[in-house]
């Protein structure tokens, strides 16, 4: 399931929740789904977070920061 299908269904539990007479049984079970879908939601967010940052930091080192910064230790020497 994608993160856009789970944020859909926790869309619809919400609506559900919200406008319906539902029995305290069904609504638990609903809450139960909901807070699980938005645990994998969180995890899967938190996992492309790292991504990111990692993808990030793999860009401000460019041959040309090297270049410059192999320079620099020559000129401190």
């Known amino acids: 399931m994608t993160f856009s299908e789970s944020m859909k269904q ?3 539990i919400c609506h559900a929740l919200e406008g319906e007479n539902l029995p305290l049984e069904e609504a638990l079970k609903l809450y139960r789904e909901g807070t699980e879908k938005l645990r994998q939601c969180r995890e899967y ?3 492309v977070e790292q991504e990111v ?3 990030g930091e793999s860009l401000e ?3 040309f920061d090297t270049e410059l910064s192999e320079r620099e230790k020559e000129n401190h020497d």
Do not use: S
């Open 45 to 47: 967010l938190e996992k």
């Open 10 to 12: 926790i869309e619809a």
């Open 53 to 55: 940052l990692l993808v």
């Open 61 to 63: 080192k460019t041959p």
